[in-house]
């Protein structure tokens, strides 16, 4: 079964679309703005990774440490796929279709090593979102930074 064949297909029980979602997966630099099918969850994409690992016996060498450098490592094969092309804008424009993909991968493998390494260090991923995001509204009220991108420490009150 492959994540990334979702796309326009309409086979998967997770591939209830909305109609942002039907164009092509990787692609769009339409005005709308992008977002993402409802599914896998976050525990959904726990879970599959918990079994791959399983069937695999590969528990051993998925310490937090390990799982760390494993991401790490992911970040660089994405910072790869960006260096030295200058500035990129949103939906990246004059990406092949093959570049568009290979990116879809190593961003996944950077949340799949991430999802495993909340796991294997008992961190409740989503809601350790939810509860930094909150924070982050409380540092930055909207009214006080609204289109200025300074750090919360150069703000005098
Ligand atoms: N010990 C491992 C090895 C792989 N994976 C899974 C998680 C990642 O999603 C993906 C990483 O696979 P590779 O290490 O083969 O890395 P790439 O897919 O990026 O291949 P390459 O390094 O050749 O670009 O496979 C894993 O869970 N545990």
Same mark, same amino acid.
């Given at each position: =079964?492959?994540?990334? !064949?979702?796309?326009?297909?309409?086979?998967?029980?997770?591939?209830?679309?909305?109609? !942002?979602?039907?164009?092509?997966?990787?692609?769009?630099?339409?005005?709308? #703005? %992008?977002? /993402?099918?409802?599914?896998?969850?976050?525990?959904?994409?726990? #879970?599959? +990774?918990?079994? %791959?690992?399983?069937?695999?016996?590969?528990?051993? /060498?998925?310490?937090?440490?390990?799982?760390?450098?494993?991401?790490?490592?992911?970040?660089?094969? $994405? !910072?790869?796929? %960006?260096?030295? #092309?200058?500035?990129?804008? =949103?939906?990246?424009?004059?990406?092949?279709?093959?570049? #568009?993909? +290979?990116?879809?991968?190593?961003?996944?493998?950077?949340?799949?090593?991430? $999802?495993?390494?909340?796991?294997?260090?008992? $961190?409740?991923?989503?809601?350790?979102?939810?509860?930094?995001?909150?924070?982050?509204?409380?540092?930055?009220?909207?009214?006080?930074?609204?289109?200025?991108?300074?750090?919360?420490?150069?703000?005098?009150?």
């Amino acid at each position: =079964e492959n994540l990334y !064949s979702r796309g326009t297909a309409d086979k998967k029980p997770y591939n209830m679309m909305a109609s !942002s979602h039907s164009r092509l997966q990787n692609g769009g630099t339409g005005a709308e #703005r %992008f977002t /993402f099918s409802p599914e896998p969850t976050i525990e959904d994409i726990r #879970r599959m +990774q918990a079994e %791959f690992t399983d069937e695999r016996d590969w528990n051993q /060498f998925h310490q937090p440490r390990n799982l760390l450098l494993a991401m790490v490592g992911e970040v660089g094969e $994405v !910072s790869e796929l %960006f260096q030295w #092309r200058g500035e990129v804008a =949103e939906g990246l424009p004059n990406w092949t279709e093959c570049e #568009r993909e +290979q990116l879809a991968q190593e961003l996944s493998d950077v949340m799949i090593y991430l $999802v495993e390494l909340a796991e294997k260090c008992h $961190v409740d991923l989503p809601q350790a979102v939810l509860r930094k995001m909150a924070l982050n509204r409380l540092k930055y009220p909207a009214s006080k930074v609204h289109g200025s991108a300074k750090k919360y420490t150069e703000y005098k009150d």
